[in-house]
């Protein structure tokens, strides 16, 4: 696994490109530990996720978990990473730049937007070998409604980008050779945000489902006095007032 920072970029790669990305107990273990840097560092505002070769990830090395290799602390620190991303106030970007397969794909699911290159395939086969998609069987659901999550969870069987597009696993699909450049451009889209408000936005959006309203409004009303205070926000004003003067 390879993490680079600059300023509020950071890169987080996958990288076991010979067997597609698939994680090993030494996978788990340093995307914990990779997630653990990233949230030491409040500079960081934007990760990018994604794949070393020509998959993002097929998931859990099943050639490690046959041979014993593999077992319940690995998938707990696996999804203990996972938990931490989706709670953590910076924004998880996947590039979805080829198969996204078993724990690949709940590692995309954690992320805040997924951009898909066409040549993807996405699943979650693991019924078929006697598993269970971690807190995808949770996740999914809320994403995607509960009919088309039993299909992908039950069935086991991939579909493609576009399909997943469809039902709402991705947010966008793009040509394989416009790939890089999209996701390029969809980070600089993410880096524009404002902090204050990108931040506060994430944190009470992912804790929409599991807050009842009140107690909801109250966090609301905090983090938007936040950014009313915020240095971010004066600017924000001071550019409108800029572009709009008020009539005299």
């Known amino acids: ?9 950071a890169r987080l790669t996958l990288e076991r490109p010979e067997v597609l990305n698939a994680g090993d107990a030494r996978f788990a273990r340093d995307l914990k530990a990779a997630v653990a840097t990233l949230a ?4 960081i505002r934007v ?43 910076k ?8 198969h996204c397969l078993g724990g690949g794909l709940q ?11 066409d040549e993807a395939l996405l699943g979650l086969p693991a019924v078929k070998e006697c598993l269970i998609p971690s807190m995808s069987l949770w996740r999914l659901p809320r994403l995607i409604g509960l009919a088309r999550a039993k299909e992908l969870i039950l069935l086991g069987e991939p579909v493609s980008a576009r399909t997943a597009e469809r039902y709402g696993v991705v947010h966008r ?42 107690a909801f409004r109250k966090e609301m009303e905090t983090l938007l ?21 008020r009539a005299r």
């Open 107 to 117: 590692l995309a699911l954690v992320c805040d937007y997924r951009l898909a290159s």
């Open 225 to 245: 006095a936040g950014c009313l205070a915020s240095d971010e926000h004066r600017r924000a004003m001071a550019a409108i007032r800029a572009s709009k003067p």
């Open 47 to 89: 990760v990018a996720l994604t794949g070393a070769g020509r998959a993002f990830s097929t998931g859990v090395d099943l050639t490690a978990l046959a041979h014993g290799e593999l077992g319940m602390a690995d998938f707990i620190a696996w999804e203990d990473a996972m938990t931490a991303m989706e709670r953590m106030d």
């Open 173 to 214: 699909v793009v040509e394989a050779a416009e790939f890089p450049r999209a996701f390029e451009a969809t980070l600089e889209r993410f880096l524009a945000l404002p902090p204050a408000s990108a931040r506060a936005s994430k944190v009470l959006s992912t804790r929409a489902f599991d807050v009842d309203f009140e």
């Open 91 to 98: 924004l998880f970007i996947a590039g979805i730049n080829g």
């Open 40 to 43: 030491e560092r409040p500079e």
């Open 1 to 9: 696994m390879r993490l680079e920072i600059a300023g509020a970029l």
